[in-house]
DNA sequence: TTTATATTTAGATATTTGTCTAAATACCTA
DNA sequence: TAGGTATTTAGACAAATATCTAAATATAAA
């Protein structure tokens, strides 16, 4: 849980999990939503990897990102037992 | 959001919550628990508090920290709706 | 093969964070 | 009031973090 809670402290990461809600993108279009450089947002989006909160996938020169959600199933049961 | 995604991005703090979960503590109590200095509890309790994750009422010498949930009703419902 | 585009890697820097020790504050009890 | 216990505050420090610029890598297109 620790690498998720990490991953998810943070706007930009939340936000661009917001992002990849309504659709996959690619690490580019990503980083157009964001008034921050594209390495920055590269290495947002590797955090947000490493926790597995999103995948990737190698499309010629693009890199498209895609939603996971499954690995917030352990933090929502651990938040819906500490409200008992 | 920010202040409380900021307050769970630690496991002592969240085993803070797990301990409260099951009743009321004093900070020395919760201190106790923990391989770490109480002025560094009573850091982790300050961060805790900024996020209103738990209360705390003075009794006496002693200070009681109780728990409080609600402040997750966001994130649960944000974690809900990024699942769709 | 050369040039352009997309993305990541490397390295630097300022800020934040978790921890500690020492000291201060607050309350209780004799 | 004096001494003891509980907790927090202050200040220091090492480690982690978010950001940047410059350079490297990979693919596409001319």
Redesign the pocket.
């Known amino acids: 849980m620790n690498k998720v809670f990490?991953a998810l402290?943070?706007t930009?990461r939340r936000e661009i999990l917001d992002l990849l809600k309504e659709k996959d993108l690619?690490?580019?279009?990503i980083?157009e939503a964001f008034?921050?450089?594209?390495?920055?947002i590269?290495?947002?989006?590797?955090?947000l990897s490493q926790a597995d909160l999103v995948t990737?996938e190698?499309r010629?020169?693009?890199?498209i990102y895609s939603l996971n959600t499954t690995v917030l199933d352990d933090i929502l049961s651990w938040m819906m037992t500490l409200r008992k």
């Open positions: 990490k402290n943070d930009t690619t690490a580019g279009e980083a008034n921050i450089t594209k390495p920055s590269s290495h947002h989006l590797d955090i990737s190698k010629g020169q693009f890199v």
